[in-house]
């Protein structure tokens, strides 16, 4: 018999700074729920404190979302056979998107339950918005890779595949590598490519700026442990 359980994606803000962004209804989808499946329990405790102070935290059952996915699967299944609505929470923006709660909601949908995405704040789609670039084609490769030379042959071809589909391309790094990424890709692009740089998104020191190669070789930017989205785009 199919489960009655629902699976909530919760959104959760970009910036400590922007409550605003998430809006009223998600709070009564947290009190619908009974487990809380978090990427991060201390700051998904602090999220849902911060937008309800009326939540009370500790009536959950909660469990950190681990790339180690045996035991963790085997819990929240066992969580729907229990019919128990369930919320999952990613460290920040939309549960599945770049984040490891797509292995939960995949095994959702294997069990025919109710999966309901929720709308928030969710920086890749953000970045797109406000970069200007071609929203009709686009492809988020994730991570480039982290060697120097792989990881300049990897945004040739990037480019390169921008240009021939007329497609945006988006990626991330890590806080602390953004300032190298920044310096390769001024090195390796042609000096007519679009290249967006998206940081502290919903903050109130948000950076949105979209310069050709050859402009942003001008500008003297710190991008030094931010969150950042970079969004590149090459004429054919």
Not at 150 to 163: D, F, M, N, T, Y
Not at 183 to 207: F, G, H, R, V, W
């Amino acid at each position: 018999m199919k489960s009655k359980s629902i699976i909530y994606l919760i959104p959760s803000f970009l910036s400590d700074d922007s409550i605003e962004t998430i809006p009223v209804y998600i709070i009564n989808a947290v009190k619908d729920c009974k487990v809380i499946f978090a990427e991060n329990e201390r700051t998904a405790r602090r999220f849902l404190k911060s937008i309800c102070k009326q939540i009370v935290i500790d009536d959950y059952e909660w469990f950190t979302i681990h790339k180690t996915e045996t035991e963790q699967l085997a819990t929240f299944k066992q969580k729907i056979l229990e019919e128990k609505n369930i919320a999952i929470i990613s460290e920040a923006g939309c549960p599945g998107i770049a984040d490891p709660g797509q292995i939960l909601v995949n095994a959702a949908q294997q069990m025919d339950v109710v999966v309901k995405p929720l709308v928030g704040p969710n920086s890749i789609l953000l970045a797109l918005m406000g970069s200007g670039m071609n929203g009709q084609q686009f492809q988020f490769v994730g991570y480039l890779p982290i060697d120097s030379q792989p990881r300049a042959l990897k945004i040739k071809e990037l480019e390169e595949e921008s240009g021939k589909k007329k497609c945006t391309q988006i990626f991330i790094e890590t806080p602390y590598r953004n300032n190298q990424l920044l310096e390769i890709l001024l090195k390796t692009c042609k000096p007519s490519t679009q290249l967006c740089i998206a940081c502290d998104l919903t903050s109130k020191n948000e950076y949105i700026k979209t310069r050709s190669i050859e402009d942003w070789k001008k500008e003297n930017i710190d991008l030094h442990k931010k969150p950042v989205i970079f969004c590149l785009n090459r004429d054919s």
